[in-house]
Nanobody, 128 residues
Framework: VQLQAYGGGLVQAGGSLRLSCATS????????IGWFRQAPGKEREGVSC????????YYADSVKGRFAIFSNKMKNTVYLQMNSLKPEDTAVYYC??????????????????????WGQGTLVTVSS
């Protein structure tokens, strides 16, 4: 599975950006797509996730109510709509894919260890 994240840029605080994560054509075994971010000097953290099977979504507390994740299956693309951006949202954003796993497998939607494939990052800079 190949992933490509894009859509980052410079935006003022309070503004919006939409990130896109395009997946390769052969994605039949992808169970979920997640977004992560890494700010300078900090560890990578989970931001949001969407299950491709039932559309269930997950969000980090820091972005709830401001970010929304959704997918366009026809385009094999997952989006992260980011509203009311804050300077602390500044980071390199990555998308990742989790392979399908047996029913009942325990996994953590916002933890890196749950994902098998990673795309390159896209930089989001929020100015104050």
């Amino acid at each position: 599975v190949q992933l490509q994240a894009y859509g980052g840029g410079l935006v003022q605080a309070g503004g919006s950006l939409r990130l896109s994560c395009a997946t390769s054509e052969f994605t039949v075994d992808v169970y979920a797509i997640g977004w992560f971010r890494q700010a300078p000097g900090k560890e990578r953290e989970g931001v949001s996730c969407i299950s491709r099977s039932d559309g269930r979504t997950y969000y980090a507390d820091s972005v709830k109510g401001r970010f929304a994740i959704f997918s366009n299956k026809m385009k094999n693309t997952v989006y992260l709509q980011m509203n009311s951006l804050k300077p602390e949202d500044t980071a390199v954003y990555y998308c990742a894919a989790r392979r399908d796993s047996p029913v009942g497998t325990l996994w953590y939607p916002l933890r890196q260890i749950s994902y098998d494939y990673w795309g390159q990052g896209t930089l989001v800079t929020v100015s104050s």
